[in-house]
């Protein structure tokens, strides 16, 4: 049956992975027969908060002003884009009881109950508070990284009973679901691989040999083999919306649909953050990750779940792993995994929609 349906999460970040995974929640939805759109929550200081990480992504690290114009650019095509999705009437992030009528919520996907998140950590409204829909439901929801060792605090809890189906994205969010409400919540794909055909093919064909370095603040070792193998394989870097000058070519001011078609037409990933692997693992790129402890757990999870494990790089990895992992073809069983996973989220939404 056709719902009207509300999604909230994170979609106004001045960040690939979190426009990406919107859009392909609310197109994903729209193409099973729904009538979906995003909740559009406005805050001016989150707006700010945003603003001010746009222009120093990488804090404590400063970054200089000669990039300014490139990350202003950047932001633009993000606004830009952002308001090209589909919207509901805008409301204030305080006032959830403003949200219009639908016949059910949806909230996920991205870290939306990471308590620890600077400007939407702990935030009511994504935990259902104030929320009036007959259905209630999270898809691919994470605490990022809020470790599951640290449980949740008992209202927290509470109004996370309220929800009618619980699923997370990673076995950390899952673990502190357990723990805290005694219920097994649905591990479900990220949308952008669950609903994959959402993301467009290359628009142009790539340079040969060419590499995305997306993310910052890797750690040298990383920077040092990665660009060894880059220079053995005669591969030219480019990093995709972040200053990484051990690269060869810097595209900061990339759109959302830049960074998809870059990503389209790679060779190989070398990065760091969450949508990076997404993206390699959507179109079955090989890669290679190095996890910072703040994205530990989502990746380690995300690799852990797919079967790809051996991705995740550490400073112990010697260069001949870089060149089977960056230049081989990914195990046939990682897409076997994905595919057993896909089917296990659409088998929860038509629980949790139908």
């Given at each position: 049956m056709?719902r009207?349906?509300?999604?909230?999460?994170?979609?106004?970040?001045?960040?690939?992975?979190?426009?990406?995974?919107?859009?392909?929640?609310?197109?994903?939805?729209?193409?099973?027969?729904?009538?979906?759109?995003?909740?559009?929550?406005?805050?001016?200081?989150?707006?700010?908060?945003?603003?001010?990480?746009?222009?120093?992504?990488?804090?404590?690290?400063?970054?200089?002003?000669?990039?300014?114009?490139?990350?202003g650019?950047?932001?633009?095509?993000?606004?830009?884009?952002?308001?090209?999705?589909?919207?509901?009437?805008p409301?204030?992030?305080?006032?959830?009881?403003?949200?219009?009528?639908?016949?059910?919520?949806v909230v996920?996907?991205?870290?939306?109950?990471?308590?620890?998140?600077?400007?939407y950590?702990?935030?009511?409204?994504?935990?259902?508070?104030?929320?009036?829909?007959?259905?209630?439901?999270?898809?691919?929801?994470?605490?990022?990284?809020?470790?599951?060792?640290?449980?949740?605090?008992?209202?927290?809890?509470?109004?996370?009973?309220?929800?009618?189906?619980?699923?997370?994205?990673?076995d950390?969010?899952?673990?502190?679901?357990?723990?805290?409400?005694?219920?097994?919540?649905a591990?479900?794909?990220?949308?952008?691989?669950?609903?994959?055909?959402?993301i467009?093919?290359?628009?142009?064909?790539?340079?040969?040999?060419?590499?995305?370095?997306?993310?910052?603040?890797?750690?040298?070792?990383?920077?040092?083999?990665?660009?060894?193998?880059?220079?053995?394989?005669?591969?030219?870097?480019?990093?995709?919306g972040y200053?990484?000058?051990?690269?060869?070519?810097?595209?900061?001011?990339?759109?959302?649909?830049?960074?998809?078609?870059?990503?389209?037409?790679?060779q190989?990933?070398?990065?760091?953050?969450?949508?990076g692997?997404?993206?390699?693992?959507?179109?079955?790129?090989?890669?290679?990750?190095?996890?910072?402890?703040?994205?530990?757990?989502?990746?380690?999870?995300?690799?852990?779940?797919?079967?790809a494990?051996?991705?995740?790089?550490?400073?112990?990895?010697p260069?001949?792993?870089?060149?089977?992992?960056?230049?081989?073809?990914?195990?046939?069983?990682?897409?076997?995994?994905?595919a057993a996973?896909?089917?296990?989220?659409?088998?929860?939404?038509?629980?949790?929609?139908?």
């Open positions: 056709a009207k349906i509300g999604v909230l999460t994170f979609h106004r970040c001045i960040n690939y992975g979190s426009y990406w995974q919107a859009r392909c929640l609310v197109d994903g939805l729209r193409a099973r027969g729904h009538d979906a759109e995003l909740l559009d929550h406005r805050s001016v200081a989150v707006e700010r908060a945003e603003l001010r990480c746009a222009f120093q992504p990488q804090l404590p690290r400063r970054t200089a002003r000669s990039d300014h114009p490139a990350l650019l950047k932001t633009r095509k993000f606004v830009a884009a952002i308001q090209r999705l589909p919207l509901s009437e409301f204030d992030l305080d006032a959830p009881e403003r949200i219009g009528g639908y016949d059910a919520i996920g996907s991205d870290e939306v109950w990471n308590f620890q998140h600077p400007w950590g702990s935030n009511p409204i994504f935990f259902g508070r104030g929320i009036q829909s007959e259905r209630l439901v999270s898809y691919a929801a994470s605490f990022g990284n809020h470790d599951a060792e640290h449980g949740i605090a008992t209202d927290w809890a509470g109004s996370l009973s309220g929800f009618s189906a619980l699923s997370v994205r990673d950390n969010s899952r673990r502190l679901i357990a723990g805290a409400l005694a219920v097994d919540p591990l479900v794909l990220d949308p952008c691989l669950q609903f994959p055909d959402g467009p093919a290359a628009r142009t064909s790539a340079p040969l040999r060419t590499a995305i370095v997306y993310g910052h603040g890797f750690p040298a070792w990383f920077e040092a083999a990665v660009r060894r193998w880059a220079d053995r394989r005669g591969v030219w870097l480019v990093s995709i200053r990484n000058d051990w690269a060869d070519e810097q595209r900061i001011d990339a759109a959302p649909a830049d960074f998809a078609d870059a990503f389209a037409g790679a190989a990933v070398a990065t760091n953050f969450f949508h692997c997404v993206f390699a693992l959507r179109h079955a790129t090989p890669f290679v990750c190095a996890a910072t402890p703040y994205r530990l757990n989502k990746l380690r999870d995300l690799t852990a779940s797919l079967g494990a051996r991705h995740l790089v550490d400073a112990a990895t260069d001949g792993e870089y060149d089977a992992l960056l230049g081989e073809a990914l195990d046939a069983a990682v897409g076997e995994r994905m996973l896909r089917g296990q989220s659409d088998a929860f939404l038509d629980q949790a929609l139908g």
